[in-house]
DNA sequence: CCTTGACCTTCCCCTTACTGGAGAGTTTAG
DNA sequence: CTAAACTCTCCAGTAAGGGGAAGGTCAAGG
């Protein structure tokens, strides 16, 4: 499978896949006579699951940890479910965070008349 | 005012200060003789509006239009809801968003026994 | 008068996770 | 045999600054 191939079995843009070789993230098994990257279907999955990863917002280092658990068959499921509840609790700061951005925001835009006038709640909250 | 002064009454640091200086964001009003930046209240006052913009999520583009809209006695409200409504679907489409990331993950998280044995459903979801 | 320490300046590199493009080599279809 | 499609490496850029070097400036203390 040539790059472009991986980069359709894996749902992954051929720009990244390189760059994930590049960063020894997911590398390319080997490489043809004339250079060209070579991947298999083993190559393919880890792209794959790093694209889940990726989804689920985790780092592109924690992506590291987590393919390497993925293929350590002594992991302990306690250290995958570590990393994952650290990224859980990350999402839930960042909801609480935006939950009272929201909440200010949507106050003050509903309190703005958006009409032809120059008088604005929102300038006079930001000033 | 040098920059440091106007960096506490902002509370902005001064690197940040001297960022929106170069990207002609807030200019310092002058520079003294030996080239120092000099900050007025006007200056202060426009990178507080900044700063508090920006902890809204604005970008600093939209940071530069709702500071010229602050400017502008000839505004209209209608332009700066506007900008703001925007800033809200996008907060609301990223609420979305980490809710549906939330649910999935905290539910991973969840079912998987975080014990010293390998079988993660964790992993088995991203592979 | 001199020095010391706190400021200030510009300049450049670093960050995340890619993306776009240039220039050059390779492969494949017609 | 050529043209298109594919691949390679390398360079530059993104948002919004942060870190730090090398060097100029200013005020206080001795």
Redesign the pocket.
């Known amino acids: 499978m040539?790059?472009?191939?991986a980069s359709k079995a894996s749902g992954l843009?051929?720009?990244?896949v390189?760059?994930y070789a590049d960063i020894g993230l997911v590398k390319?098994p080997s490489r043809?006579?004339?250079?060209?990257?070579t991947y298999d279907d083993v190559a393919v999955r880890k792209l794959v699951f790093v694209r889940r990863s990726?989804a689920f917002g985790f780092?592109?280092?924690e992506c590291r940890e987590l393919l390497d658990l993925y293929q350590d068959q002594d992991r302990t499921s306690s250290e995958v479910k570590r990393i994952a509840s650290k990224r859980l609790e990350e999402i839930e700061d960042k909801q609480r965070e935006l939950q009272s951005l929201h909440d200010e925001l949507a106050h003050l835009v509903t309190s703005c008349r958006g009409d032809h006038m120059p008088n604005c709640p929102i300038i006079d909250y930001l000033g």
């Open positions: 040539n790059i472009s191939a843009p051929v720009k990244t390189r760059y390319a043809s006579e004339a250079g060209y990257r990726r780092s592109i280092e």
